[in-house]
């Protein structure tokens, strides 16, 4: 029986598709289906090969975050979030530089297009430009994907978890993960203290220009894209491409459920892609991070330079259990490292020369500043 649960999840994902390209034809004919919109993700690869990402949807015209100040209105903002109308088989034109390609989306209105960057491109960020080519192209208007290219300047990779590790959520309490996802702007939480000091310094690297690329992952749906990335922009937190979760039907499955195993696959598809960087993988104790990334380390030895887990109290695994996946991780070639907080976590990587030692007090500093400001917001 079992074996047909693929072959239902990949029918009932196609009749979900069918289904709303005859709701749009309905509601276009009545005069009330809105305009539609290509919602651009951050893209990642080499100078050799890169991958373009982006959505199409309906526009659901969210409130920007400037303009909502009440309960109601955050709850209407995650409404509309997540009830989107996805828009399958897409038509989009890609532009980078004197190239151009063109991509089809998926059942879910997902593009992930893989393409050779123009001749020489460097290191760093780039702009592609996404058009909508069918259906309905009138009106939409072209938005620019960033891309970024990790090059020879780089000197490691960093792979950092969000949930508990850049931010609290509380992601093992269903009460307070529905608070954090549905009800919290982003402009009411906090990072933990530190973590835009060392997650910069990581980025710095040892030379202090190294511009190594970050990349985070989350069970948090794509539907919180634009949330969690404004939430980094804010907290001056360095950006990198979002790796996160297609919630509710699709042809892998119904998510959320079965655990938290889909990061495995974003995490092997950076490391296959970025082939000749080692890294730093970066979570917490209150998920499966550290068996997530004792699997990596297995898979990939010799790549992984050290895992960092925070300790999030009251959460954390039985001692023993710990030892045993840091030696398992030893004995590939890597090293877990367990800390309390952003500060230790620089200090170690200080010691071991990956961030320079004159960073990890900028690293103190920006710790007592956050939770400062945390234990003002908590009084409030």
Known sequence: MSDLYPLLFRFAVKADAHYD?????????LGIAPPLRILPYRGYGTPERVVIKARVLEERKVKPS???????????????????RE?????????WGDKHWEGTTDEEGFLELWVPPPSGVRSGWHMVELELLSPEPEG???????????????????????DDTVIATGVTDPLKRAWALFLTEHRGRLPFPGVDAFY????????????????????????????LDEFLSIHRIPIGPLLLRDW??????????????????????????LSHLPFVLIGDSGQEDAEHYRTIVREFPGRIRCVYIRNVPGRSKRGAEMASIAEDIRANGSELVVVDDTVAAAR???????IRWEEVPEVEAHRREDAARGALGDRG
């Open 248 to 273: 509710g039907l699709s042809r892998h499955g119904f998510a959320p459920g079965g655990g938290h195993g889909h990061k495995l696959d974003k995490i092997r598809g950076v490391l296959e892609t």
């Open 87 to 95: 828009i399958a088989s897409a038509h989009v034109a890609v532009r």
């Open 66 to 84: 400037r303009q909502r100040h009440t309960l109601l209105s955050s709850a209407v903002a995650s409404y509309k979030r997540y009830m989107t």
């Open 200 to 227: 910069a310094a990581l980025q710095a690297g040892a030379s202090g220009t190294a511009d190594n690329p970050i990349f985070y992952v989350s069970s948090s749906p794509w539907n919180l894209y634009e949330h």
């Open 140 to 162: 939409v208007q072209r938005v620019s994907a960033p891309v970024r290219v990790a090059g020879a300047s780089a000197e490691l990779g960093v792979i950092s978890d969000i």
């Open 348 to 354: 170690h990587a200080a010691r071991a020369g990956w």
């Open 21 to 29: 390209v005859l709701s749009r034809r309905v509601r276009k004919g």
